[in-house]
């Protein structure tokens, strides 16, 4: 009984615990409400609208200002004063621990609040705009006055320039001046909206009628008298080098200046209407069309100066390369009784012979061509162009083939220097192994100055062979040269063995009475060197003398290298 009753109790105390938690959690968003609606309330809405009041109070102003008034009215007079009662009542039913009634009430006032949001919102962004395009048009508008009485100005001191142009341009400008006065009508009815939206046609329409009045006086005079005198020249030009017998036809030259004309007459038209949309922008194509035409001759004449000034020469040129080649072929010939030359050298003559007889016939053709005047010159420069190209290649290929007979005997001649070097090489080394009193030559020593002798001789055979294949004295002479290389490092170390040997030898027989081992080992290094291997005995002494007293080979060979 008493259990039961204590559970109830702290049952009791839950429940109470809970409920005065969650009217603290509701008596806070009591209170962020309360902020939201005194916020709102505090709104600098009244202070904007009197700044409405210093604009004119008439037309679409003066409805807009009553829209937005009653508007605030609405809120202040009735929006937040519900408010006011539906926070009465969510804090009344919070009290009474009517939590569900509550919150729907929160969410109702919520939803109020939220509209009084967007419509002060409302009224402050369709206020600002009211005020801001009222300050905008009249710093713009003067801006724009400005400029039109430049216009006016203009129009009116140099009406001379304009010619036919100055009557849609005049009748433009009286529109435009009509405009302002609308903008006044527009600001003084307190329609400032609308004249914002006039004030940024006018700053459209003013931009393109300034540009008109900028640009069309000069365009005039290009499609009035500058281009049509530049046509004429270029007409002019035309007929003299057609006199002259230059072949214009791929030019199409009549056409092209009949559609100029044309084309320049519809734009001269368009400006005296006062009509610039992309009229400047072809005017420059059609400058560019005349220059591409004016290039073009232009070209003719050059062509023909360079046909004329280097068609002796290009004569003269294949004349000299067809005497040259006859001397090459001479040359090959002699060159071939002592030399072997490959067959696609052979050749080379015969090639180039041909590839002369070729150009020579197309140069007649081109000759043939220049007094028919039937011909473009330009067509007749690139082929001689062509031509003396071609000529420069053969030349070119001329020069590298008799360098090449002229390397065969360079060839043979440093070949045969090689040979007498090395010869004197060897009889260098015969002379260093006789000095050195060397007992005796080992074998493998023997068969390599043999070898070197053989290869020399092989060398001496290939260069006295008729016809001489340079590409054979080559290979026997490299063996030559690397056999020789090679003996002359093998007798270089032949001779320092056999000193060093006999040294390392007679430094040991201080120690052959007093060790056996030393008697034993100088005894084999002795043998070796009897037998004529230098190296073995070398190394058997060194090994002999270093057990007993070892860096002595390093002090024995200092020795030998100061007495050298």
Known sequence: MMYGIIGAIVVILIILISGFIIRKQYYKEIDKLEAWKIDLMNRPVSDELGKVKQLNMTGETEEMFERWRKSWDDILESDLPNVEEKLFEIEEQTDKYMFRKAKAIQAETEAILNRVEDKIQTILTELDELVSSEQENRVEIDELRTIFKEIKKKLLTHRHTYGKAIKPLDQRADALALEFNRYEELTQNGNYLGARNLVMELKKEIEI?????????????????????????????????????????????????????????????RLEKAELSDVEKGIGELKERMETIYDLLEKEVYAKNYVFQNTATTEQLLETIKSTNENIKDETFSVQQSYQLLEEEMTIPLELEQQIEKLMKRYNLLKAKIPEQQTIYSVLSEQLKEIRSQIEKIQQEQETFTEHL????????????????????IHDLRRLVKQSNIPGLPDRYQELFEQAQEHIQDTLRSLNAKPLNTEVVNQHLQQAVSTVDHLQQTTYELVDSVVLAEKVIQYGNRYRGK??????????????FRSYDYQAALEEAAATVESVEPGALKRIEQTYVKQD
């Not at 080098?241 to 072949?247: A, H, K, L, N, P």
């Not at 060790?515 to 070796?528: C, P, S, W």
């Open 515 to 528: 060790y056996q081992k030393v008697a034993d080992g100088l005894q084999r290094a002795e043998a070796a």
């Open 406 to 425: 002229q390397s065969l005997r360079k060839d043979e001649i440093s070949a045969r220097d090689q040979v007498a070097e090395l010869k004197r090489n």
């Open 209 to 269: 009628l300034h540009e008109k009045v900028q640009k069309i006086p000069d365009l005039l005079t290009e499609t009035g008298s500058l281009l049509p005198t530049q046509i004429a020249e270029l007409v002019e030009g035309y007929e003299e080098m057609i006199e002259q017998g230059f072949v214009l036809d791929h030019l199409q030259f009549n056409e092209e200046m009949e559609d100029i004309k044309n084309t320049l007459k519809e734009y001269h038209d």
